[in-house]
Structures are given as structure tokens and as C-alpha cells.
């Protein structure tokens, strides 16, 4: 028996059935987070209490399609300060039931709410009081039912051809879990600093540093007096080995610096023998300590540029200088 070829088209006709293709499913997806936007009701307060007071993790599940989806979520709200991990359903039935603790909670997803594999987790949680949260579609499944918090998600057609490879259905479901994790991070007030903590590696945390993290303090500072000679402003900028002093007053704030710029721009035989107040650049730039970095790095890449920056303290007005931070400090942090 003979297969029927596909019937040719042309590059153009592709592209456009290509693209009919892709708005519907975009359309679809849009029409369902209205959808689910609309419906949000006091049910996801009580999810967010319920998740806020537990003591031990969230533990996400699913099966199939929502397996993937719940694997993310799971991931998502460890990202974000509220520990989780996803169990498979399947091999919960097979020992992984130990996962799950009377300090957790239980965050369930399934697009029928009667998945057959559920349901030795769900009785799990039930016989033990653990705190489920269902998601799914059908108000009078299964899940649903069991669950102390119920979050129902609304009926929407799959923009698969056949309506059957679920598309919508997941998209809601990932949207819905993101929306968990964020409320949880507000209701928290998890910071960037955390954030920072929970991502030591690549962009994200060059993004997060702070001037503090990576600052030079105590007595690596090159501070001098204004009345000192400049032969002795020479010995500590050269000790301190940033080709720069800072000059303070007698209540210890930054009123002025001494570069390598500044020798020059007064380089004479009396040079040696002035005051550090009669050579130093008033009014240099400086930053605050929990400035990021890469803000730091963007003023001394400003006009004009300097290698060197004084931090002090958050305290505007008492311009107490309490680190220095090189450009080399940044480019060693991985900044650019």
C-alpha cells in the first residue's frame, strides 16, 4: 500500500501556514491568561498562606506534561527563597513517598485532576495531614477534591489541531506557578541580596554584586590629613598601592583626593613640601557601599574616567570614606 505524498507547496505558502500556525497558538494562550487572570480568586491567598507557613519544603508533582511544568515550577520557587523539589508520581509508588514530610507541602498539577498515578500521593498527604494544593481544570475531579486549597483553572480549547497534545493547558499551569513564586517572594520580601546568595554562579550574580562585596576596607585605605606634606602623601599612596590618597578632615570625612593626575598638574620643586589640601581634587566622585557593582563601575567609566573610587558611608553627609574599589576589582568580579 502506497503512502500519499505531501502535496508540494510553494516557500511563500509554507511560511504562511507556518505562521498561521504559530498566531493561533499564541492566541489561544493569550485568551486562556486573560482567562485565568480574570477567574484568580481568594483561592490563591490561601495558597500563598498555606505555602508561607510551611517549615519544610514545597514538594511539586505531576504526571506527564505537568511533570515537566511542575519540574520548572519546582526549580522556580527554589530560585526564589522558598525550598522545593519535584517527586515523580509514578516512582513516589516506589519508595520516593519518603520525600514527602509532615513539615511539607504538597502542590499538585494535573490538567483532569483524575490522573490515576496521583493517587497514592494524594492519600499519602491525606492520611498524614500534609497540605495539598490542587491544580486542574475539572472542579469535580478527583484532586480537586482532595485538596485543601483548590486552584480550578479555566476551560480552554488546546491549540493543538486535534485539541489534544496539551499546549494551552501547560501554558496555564507554568504561568500560574510563576505567579505563586512571585507573590511568595513579595509576601517575603526576598531581596536581590538572596537572590544574589541563591545564584553564585554566571550573569545573574555578577549582576547582583555589591561595592561592599568587593571593596577594599580598613586599613587597606590610603587616607592622609590635610595640613600632611606631600612627601608623606607619596609614602602612603605608594603603600597603598592604588596610585591614590584620600585626603580627610578632622571628623573623618573625604574631602578631597590626590591622584597620580594631581602630581602632575602641579609638578614643581616645591612639590615635595606642600600641603596635601593645596594639591588634592575637591569634591572627588564617590559611591555608597551597597551600590552594584556594575553601577560603580558605569561612573568611573563616566566623564571624566577614573581607575580608583572612595565608598562611603550610606550616610551622605558625613562623607566618612569606609573602602576603595580599583576598576581591577570589578573586572576581577567578572564585570565588563
Known amino acids: ?16 501556514a507556518d505562521a498561521r500556525a504559530a498566531r493561533r497558538v499564541i492566541h489561544f494562550a493569550g485568551e486562556a491568561l486573560t482567562a485565568l487572570g480574570e477567574n484568580l480568586d481568594g483561592a490563591f491567598s490561601d495558597a500563598l498562606d498555606l505555602l508561607v507557613a510551611v517549615r519544610g519544603r514545597v514538594v511539586v508533582s505531576g504526571m506527564g506534561k505537568s511533570g515537566h511544568v511542575g519540574r520548572k515550577i519546582a526549580a522556580t520557587l527554589s530560585s526564589t527563597g522558598t525550598p522545593a523539589q519535584f517527586v515523580h508520581p509514578a516512582e513516589a509508588s516506589h519508595g520516593d513517598l519518603g520525600s514527602l514530610t509532615r513539615s511539607d507541602a504538597l502542590l499538585m498539577l494535573s490538567n483532569s485532576g483524575d490522573t490515576e498515578e496521583l493517587a497514592d500521593l494524594i492519600t499519602y498527604a491525606k492520611r ?3 497540605p495539598l494544593i490542587g491544580v486542574a481544570s475539572n472542579a469535580e475531579s478527583a484532586l480537586i477534591a482532595a485538596a485543601d486549597v ?9 491549540a493543538c489541531p486535534m485539541g489534544l497534545a496539551p499546549t494551552t493547558s501547560t501554558t496555564l499551569m507554568l504561568v500560574l506557578g510563576d505567579a505563586l513564586a512571585v507573590a511568595l517572594m513579595e509576601r517575603r520580601g526576598f531581596s536581590t541580596d538572596q537572590y544574589r546568595d541563591l ?6 550574580s555578577r549582576a547582583l554584586i555589591r561595592v561592599s562585596d568587593i571593596m577594599h576596607s ?9 595640613e600632611i606634606v606631600m612627601r608623606d602623601v607619596l609614602i602612603a599612596m605608594t ?3 592604588f596610585g591614590i590618597a584620600g585626603v580627610v578632615d578632622g571628623e573623618g570625612a573625604l574631602i578631597g583626593i590626590i591622584t597620580d593626575g594631581d602630581l602632575r598638574r602641579h609638578m614643581e620643586p616645591e612639590l615635595l613640601t606642600r600641603k596635601a589640601r593645596e594639591v588634592m581634587t575637591s569634591s572627588p566622585k564617590t559611591v555608597p557601599p551597597d551600590m552594584l557593582a556594575a553601577e560603580a563601575l558605569a561612573v568611573m567609566n563616566g566623564t571624566p574616567k577614573v581607575t580608583c573610587l572612595f565608598i562611603v558611608e550610606a550616610d551622605a553627609a558625613s562623607r566618612r570614606p569606609v573602602g576603595i574599589l580599583h576598576v581591577h576589582d570589578c573586572l576581577r568580579a ?3
Open 239 to 241: 603603600a597603598g598601592g
Open 334 to 336: 567578572g564585570l565588563r
Open 150 to 158: 483548590a486552584l480550578v483553572l479555566p476551560k480552554v480549547q488546546e
Open 1 to 16: 500500500m502506497s503512502v500519499p505524498r505531501p502535496k508540494e507547496i510553494s516557500l511563500s505558502a509554507r511560511r504562511a
Open 199 to 204: 545564584h553564585p554562579a554566571g550573569a545573574l
Open 128 to 130: 498524614f495531614a500534609i
Open 218 to 226: 580598613g586599613e587597606e585605605l590610603p587616607l592622609v590629613t590635610p
